[in-house]
Structure formats: C-alpha cells, structure tokens
C-alpha cells in the first residue's frame, strides 16, 4: 500500500468520527448539575470572610487614625468658633463656622 492510499484511508477515517460537540451529555450545557439560586433574592449565596489577626489590627489601627484626626479637626474649629463669639462678631460670621462645623 502505497503513502498517498494510506493518507487517504486516513482521511475517510477522520470524516466518519463524530464531532465532539455532538458526544456531548446536553444535560451538561444546561449547567443541570449546579443549583440556580441559593437564597431567595437569586443571588448566589457567598461565603463569610474571617479576618486575620494582621487584618484586624490594621483595621483598628486605621479607624483610631481616622477617629483622632476627626476629633482633632472638631477641636481646631470649635476653638475658631469660641475665638469668633468672643470677638462678637456678626451672625452671618458665625453661621458659616457652623456651616463649616456641620460638613466635618
């Protein structure tokens, strides 16, 4: 038998396989296997997260630099607004301190 009779052979072969896509369970394309929804809004249901101790640590480190930062520019404008009341000056002056006051 010669090569090129072989190649052929080969190829008649190769068109009678049937098609991957065609040996496939459709039970499988239709994700059968994994449940739609875990919850009732349809929303996968997600696992809870543990934060490390490292992780816990640098949150409270981070919160109390926040939380001292608040309180120290809480401090600054109070100390502005007693300065003004005490200056006497007029309410329009002190009603954008307390404007200013509310925005921290």
Known sequence: MSNSQ???EKEDELEN????SSL???SLER???VPISD???GEPQKRERKMTDKGKEFVTETRGKARQSAYSSLCKQMKNIRQL???NVD???LEIERDQLDKL
């Open 85 to 87: 009341i005490e200056q």
């Open 6 to 8: 072989e190649i052929v």
């Open 17 to 20: 396989i049937e098609q991957p």
């Open 91 to 93: 309410l329009e002056t």
């Open 39 to 41: 919850t009732e809004d």
């Open 31 to 33: 994700n059968e296997h």
């Open 24 to 26: 496939r369970d459709d």
